[in-house]
């Protein structure tokens, strides 16, 4: 048996360093530790993952959507670390968000909740809506009308709707069977186009017709702050709603955690954990890979 050897198993110190080699306890001690720190700083400066639990961004994201967000695109704060440790006292390498980006931030109202909505006016832009129709800055923002959302009844889709205690549709009249026998909603779809700094951003939205946020007062975005909505137009509690009606009201810049990258699982809520190959026949394979 070698000096090395006997040194191992007596466990006692190497006499040339005079190190005690290290148990296999300690070093998976410092693995753990490594990887906890690797996972904290990607998450708070890299990506983050977060899911869709509400249809607020019908058409783009369903319930059960499961996508990253970019954390640098906006600058840093407390906000942008895990439990938002109050470690930054202000926001970092700062950028302001474009017209169009679709944002997670921490909601005014309750801040131990990650929201998700679009851009729409800027710092110094005026916003309002006329009977369903968008202004941005005195001008109509182009409304066309594209064929009906077809948005099926999935196992998560009705789990969210007896959570919030609703319709699966919101309402009846809007829900169809499809030729398979399966129950589905279909709505009105719209695509807008809105100006940018690099030219236009379009996307879908959703409108069911008159509602309660179809008519709002001229609003003038304030400094550091933008005005965000949900493509789901009448069912989306955003800038529309004040923070004391449970809504985004003007949200402040130094809220924003990240910007919508890509789309990296989608699942319609049917997988049974016990039951391997629902694994497969539950995700929703095309919008896997899907940008923003």
């Known amino acids: 048996m070698s000096d090395s050897d006997l040194n191992r198993n007596l466990n006692v110190t190497d006499p040339q360093t005079g190190a005690r080699p290290a148990k296999k306890e300690d070093s998976f001690l410092v693995f753990l530790v490594k990887l906890v720190l690797i996972v904290a700083v990607f998450r708070s400066f890299i990506f983050s993952p977060f899911n869709i639990p509400s249809e607020s961004m019908l058409p783009r994201l369903l319930v059960g959507d499961y996508l990253l967000a970019a954390k640098w695109p906006y600058g840093y704060s407390s906000y942008s670390l895990p439990f938002s440790l109050p470690l930054l006292p202000h926001r970092i390498l700062a950028r302001q968000p474009e017209r169009g980006d679709v944002v997670i931030f921490k909601a005014p109202a309750n801040l131990d909740q990650d929201w998700i909505k679009r851009v729409i006016g800027l710092p110094g832009d005026s916003v309002q809506m006329r009977n369903g129709q968008l202004f941005l800055n005195g001008n109509a923002v182009p409304k066309l009308r594209e064929p009906d959302f077809i948005h099926p009844l999935t196992p998560n889709v009705i789990a969210e709707a007896r959570a919030e205690d609703h319709l699966p549709c919101v309402d009846a009249k809007f829900q169809i069977v499809l030729p398979d026998g399966s129950a589905a909603c279909r709505y009105p779809r ?103």
């Open 190 to 292: 719209f695509r807008e186009t809105i100006p940018t700094s690099s030219g236009e951003k379009s996307y879908e939205v959703l409108d069911m017709g008159p509602g309660p946020n179809d008519n709002t007062p001229l609003v003038i975005v304030p400094r550091d702050s933008v005005f965000v909505m949900g493509d789901n137009r009448d069912n989306s509690a955003d800038s529309r709603v004040p923070v004391e009606a449970g809504g985004v009201g003007i949200l402040p810049q130094a809220n924003l955690v990240g910007r919508a990258t890509i789309m990296m699982w989608s699942t319609d809520g049917s997988m049974v954990w016990y039951e391997p190959w629902t694994w497969f026949t539950a995700a929703r394979w095309s919008r896997i890979g899907g940008t923003f």
